[in-house]
């Protein structure tokens, strides 16, 4: 079969692999759909790939870590899973025995863990094997990229909006228009809440509007933390999340929040500058820092939508065939679009 390697500098390549087997304890995942994430974006720019960020492994190995489809083969050992099961993929593998672990936080793991997509294996291919404890149920009405999107991009703004305990009655500024942070401005709506959303890029602030996005802020025209003082009488957001992961919005972030608030961290990387007292201290602010989700939270986030009746698939502007993978990635680089996948 054909998979799609991060080569590094925006490079990739179909290579090819053999078709895989299930070793015991694990199944063939034959796949669906596979998002693409941000995080993909990071080994698709880095100069050496995924090992640029220390993840060193053993040959070259098949990106993407949003698996969504259907099981095609089980391994030994596996009775809670059969052929044909419609399924997402947890994209972490850890020890399995581990406190962490076993509270579907694998990635988590005091042990180590693998990442589908990284240092093993993803799902930019026609088929992935992964750990049968890796898998979480696709309810039946979510389609296959809508369970692709949940199995990192949209399963992470989720994950964040309930450990900021977010409700009806908060204002919530959500810096950073890709996947995530237009998944966190559909999920806040559908939460209630007032959604301010910033951006650098016009096109992604319209399609933070059609989330349902109530104010809308050009972050390289306006000065984002007086506009978000501005729309909030002078107090500030009671809730602010960062999904860029770049300093400025990061610390605009913090600074938008009103005092006791709650500031998010889930962008991925980067380092930001402070100033503790007059930012942090002197307003009793909570500064938290979100990292995907449980196997659980996948779950949880996967129901929720069924139940609220929430329309994932329309943060997908661009659908690919994996053959189209240069142009896909090319047009993801550009940060303009909303969420694209590959289909298969």
């Not at 489809?69 to 596996?78: E, L, M």
């Not at 999107?149 to 989720?158: L, P, V």
């Not at 305990?165 to 908060?170: I, N, P, S, V, Y």
């Amino acid at each position: 079969m054909k998979g799609l390697v991060f080569l590094g500098d925006r490079r990739l390549e179909l290579q090819d692999f053999d078709d895989p087997t299930p070793g015991p304890g694990e199944v063939v995942l034959e796949l669906k759909a596979s998002g693409m994430c941000g995080s993909d974006l990071h080994f698709y720019r880095a100069s050496d790939g995924p090992a640029t960020f220390g993840l060193v492994s053993d040959g070259p190995k098949i990106g993407g870590h949003e698996p969504c489809g259907v099981v095609a083969a089980v391994g030994s050992g596996v009775d809670s899973l059969a052929v044909g099961d419609r399924v997402m993929n947890h994209h972490y593998s850890g020890c399995g025995s581990c406190v962490d672990c076993r509270t579907g936080w694998q990635q988590l793991c005091s042990v180590g863990f693998v990442v589908y997509g990284a240092t093993a294996n993803g799902a930019h291919a026609r088929y992935m094997v992964a750990r049968a404890d890796t898998m979480v149920p696709l309810p039946e009405p979510l389609s296959f990229a809508a369970g692709a999107a949940i199995s990192c991009g949209t399963g992470t703004a989720f994950n964040a909006l309930s450990r900021m305990a977010l409700t009806g009655r908060d204002t919530i500024a959500i810096f950073g228009m890709g996947p995530v942070g237009l998944s966190a401005s559909l999920f806040a709506h559908h939460m209630g809440a007032r959604v301010i959303a910033v951006d650098l890029s016009s096109e992604r602030l319209t399609l933070a509007a059609a989330m349902g996005a109530d104010e809308l802020i050009d972050g390289g025209a306006t000065d984002a933390v007086e506009a978000i003082t501005d729309l909030t009488g002078g107090r500030g957001a009671e809730k602010t999340l960062d999904c860029t992961g770049a300093a400025p919005a990061r610390a605009q972030a913090v600074r938008s929040t009103r005092t006791w608030g709650t500031c998010c961290f889930v962008g991925e990387g980067g380092t930001i500058e402070l100033d503790v007292s007059p930012d942090i201290l002197r307003r009793q602010l909570t500064i938290i820092g979100s990292w995907t989700f449980s196997s659980i939270g996948q779950a949880d986030c996967a129901r929720y939508v069924v139940e609220r009746d929430i329309d994932i698939d329309q943060l997908f502007t661009h659908r690919f065939t994996l053959d189209q993978a240069h142009e896909a990635y090319d047009t993801f680089d550009q940060q303009t679009t909303g969420k694209g996948v590959f289909e298969f």
